[in-house]
């Protein structure tokens, strides 16, 4: 099979590249060729820009991929605009989308009104009703992370895009938080520099604490994109891709401190008892745990990697690759006498 990769430099996408080699496919990737990403020698490489798909159309057509893997969708006309391009060419395309665009999303950063949201998330959960994902403080903050990101970022209309196309056949897949070497956002550093710098306790706020959330190691996740790549049976299906379980923030630490070897505590604090850099005002009582049956009963999904190696990995990586973090994030001072008040107490 044929296989072309628009996005194939970033976070997950040497992953799938590599998985689909393994698997024997042909693969092309389709970038602007300024990343320093080292991808396989064996890829077909085009150069392009995806806000510009058009100018790339006869490339694309002359390697005549079967599937086209958008890593990089940020807003609908970029759908549209890769629909029109690859319509006649490929037989599927395969778009990545988020878990951020469900109505539970909404509820815990605050915009969203309403109950709560019943957890796990299926496919068929209720969607966000507004389209401003995250304030544009946020959105500023994430370009400046992940260059495709725009200003009017959203995967709903992505997706209804992709899905409604009635001559190309789509395919979503919903991620989850995801970690690993290479992760930009790098989940685990905030508790992991704390754990080398050999604090005896971790703060987080009680709510934040219960706060269940999907993730995934890149690897794993990259294995689910390529399946759902390669499988016809996935044409016109959405797939949540998480790990089995949703722990929560407090298991999630504890599961970094048992592989970084640190011997601390863990305690939990109201509010309005937490310093001012570590306080959080999502409505953590919303959890965002989803359910990825549907790809493991479908796809026959399971994770290629398993738990110690992944966090043994992520958790080397951090270590050889710090963060330029603000040193406000690190208040050691304002964490002790907070610590001091529950010893006293």
């Given at each position: 099979m044929r296989l072309l990769i628009i996005g194939a430099s970033g976070f997950i996408g040497p992953h799938v590249v590599a998985d689909l080699l393994r698997r024997g496919h042909q693969v092309a990737t389709l970038d602007r060729g300024t990343s320093l990403t080292q991808?396989?020698?064996?890829?077909?490489?085009?150069?392009?820009?995806?806000?510009?798909?058009?100018?790339?159309?006869?490339?694309?057509?002359?390697?005549?991929?079967?599937?086209?893997?958008?890593?990089?969708?940020?807003?609908?006309?970029?759908?549209?605009?890769?629909?029109?391009?690859?319509?006649?060419?490929?037989?599927?395309?395969?778009?990545?989308?988020?878990?951020?665009?469900?109505?539970?999303?909404?509820?815990l950063h605050r915009f969203e009104d309403g109950p709560l949201q019943e957890v796990p998330l299926t496919e068929e959960s209720e969607l966000r009703t507004k389209h401003d994902v995250y304030p544009p403080a946020a959105i500023q903050q994430l370009k400046n992370i992940f260059g495709w990101l725009d200003d009017e970022y959203d995967?709903?209309?992505?997706?209804?895009t992709v899905l409604a196309d009635s001559e190309l056949p789509g395919t979503v897949l919903r991620l989850p938080m995801v970690y690993g070497p290479g992760d930009r956002l790098h989940r685990f550093w905030p508790y992991l520099k704390r754990m080398d710098d050999q604090r005896p306790a971790i703060l987080l706020q009680q709510d934040l604490a219960r706060w269940r959330s999907p993730r995934g190691y890149a690897e794993n996740v990259a294995a689910a994109i390529a399946l759902a790549a390669v499988d016809e049976r996935a044409a016109g299906r959405?797939?949540?891709?998480?790990?089995?379980?949703?722990?929560?923030?407090?298991?999630w630490v504890r599961k970094i401190a048992d592989y970084a070897d640190w011997r601390g505590?863990?305690?939990?604090?109201?509010?309005?008892?937490?310093?001012?850099?570590?306080?959080?005002?999502?409505?953590?009582?919303?959890?965002?745990?989803?359910?990825?049956?549907?790809?493991?009963?479908?796809?026959?999904?399971?994770?290629?990697?398993?738990?110690?190696?992944?966090?043994?990995?992520?958790?080397?990586?951090?270590?050889?690759?710090?963060?330029?973090?603000?040193?406000?994030?690190?208040?050691?001072?304002?964490?002790?006498?907070?610590?001091?008040?529950?010893?006293?107490?």
């Open positions: 991808l396989p020698q064996q890829i077909t490489t085009i150069r392009g820009d995806r806000n510009n798909l058009e100018a790339s159309k006869e490339q694309i057509e002359k390697f005549g991929p079967d599937i086209v893997i958008d890593m990089i969708l940020s807003r609908r006309r970029q759908a549209a605009d890769l629909m029109d391009t690859v319509r006649g060419i490929a037989r599927r395309v395969v778009a990545i989308s988020s878990g951020d665009v469900y109505r539970a999303c909404g509820i995967k709903i209309p992505v997706e209804q959405i797939y949540n891709v998480a790990e089995p379980e949703s722990f929560s923030e407090q298991e505590t863990i305690v939990t604090l109201q509010g309005d008892d937490m310093p001012a850099h570590l306080r959080v005002n999502s409505r953590c009582e919303q959890d965002w745990s989803v359910s990825s049956e549907r790809i493991r009963r479908e796809l026959g999904y399971e994770e290629p990697v398993p738990e110690n190696v992944a966090f043994e990995r992520t958790i080397t990586w951090e270590r050889e690759n710090p963060p330029a973090m603000q040193q406000e994030m690190f208040d050691y001072e304002a964490e002790d006498r907070a610590l001091a008040v529950v010893k006293s107490g």
